[in-house]
């Protein structure tokens, strides 16, 4: 079975700062990883997907994450942070076994950013 | 091209009740995946249809269950409502989930937010 791990439920940065939103990965099969954010009261939105290629994957609005198999993480990191990022932030795994697939999301990151 | 949409927005109910929620897949897509979103659980696994046919289903009990029509359309049903299916209800579509090891992005619509009362 698969499963994700955010290791924090709040991050606060200051804008123009670096964010670190941290995600650590368990999946008994070479796993298809994703990042998706939901502004309040919206739908989810993908920001980026991993699966399999280059391991420094890029996203929208400058974001981008690393795949590390050795430490079974997959953070997500933008090098400034502005007031639009302000959200909630998901660590997704797909289990992609058999003719079906389905998702299985982290319990969320909350990322404020002040000024 | 236009995304996932749902229906209605926003529901009130009361216990005991049932409830349908419906949505509509990006053209051309034909998985639908139901996802239930509450603070205190999360994001949750419903089901997922595929050409009109239940393909996965999560640990929910059988008052939740759904359907896909020929159009791919799908329609999620929840009878006899308790306080605690408050919730948002998300709907995903993708292009296929025919296949092994199928790593298609899902694309989720605004929701729909459930109240019970």
């Known amino acids: 079975a698969q499963s994700v791990t955010q290791l924090d439920s709040h991050v606060s940065v200051s804008e123009g700062t670096p964010v670190l939103l941290r995600c650590n990965y368990s999946?008994?099969?070479?796993?298809?990883l994703f990042w998706y954010v939901q502004h309040p009261n919206k739908g989810l939105q993908l920001l980026l997907k991993y699966t399999s290629a280059a391991t420094l994957v890029k996203g929208i609005n400058g974001f981008e994450a690393e795949f590390k198999k050795s430490e079974t993480s997959f953070h997500l990191t933008k090098p400034s942070a502005h007031m639009s990022d302000a959200a909630e932030y998901f660590c997704?795994?797909?289990?992609?076994?058999?003719?079906?697939?389905?998702?299985?999301f982290g319990t969320g990151t909350r990322l404020q950013v002040t000024l | 091209k236009a995304g996932v949409t749902q229906t209605p927005r926003y529901l009130i109910k009361t216990r005991g009740q049932q409830v349908t929620l419906s949505c509509s897949p990006i053209s051309g897509h034909r998985s639908v995946s139901w996802y239930q979103q509450t603070p205190g659980q999360g994001l949750q696994f419903l089901f997922e249809?595929?050409?009109?046919?239940?393909?996965n289903k999560g640990n929910f009990p059988g008052r939740f269950s759904g359907r896909q029509f020929s159009n791919s359309r799908s329609e999620m049903n929840v009878s006899t409502l308790e306080l605690g299916d408050s919730a948002l209800y998300l709907c995903?579509?993708?292009?296929?989930?025919?296949?092994?090891?199928?790593?298609?992005?899902?694309?989720f619509g605004p929701g729909t937010r459930l109240t019970v009362l």
């Open positions: 997704v795994v797909s289990d992609p076994t058999g003719t079906a697939s389905k998702l299985t």
């Open positions: 249809y595929f050409s009109e046919t239940q393909r």
């Open positions: 995903a579509s993708s292009l296929t989930s025919g296949r092994a090891g199928n790593t298609d992005t899902q694309y």
């Open positions: 999946s008994s099969y070479s796993p298809s």
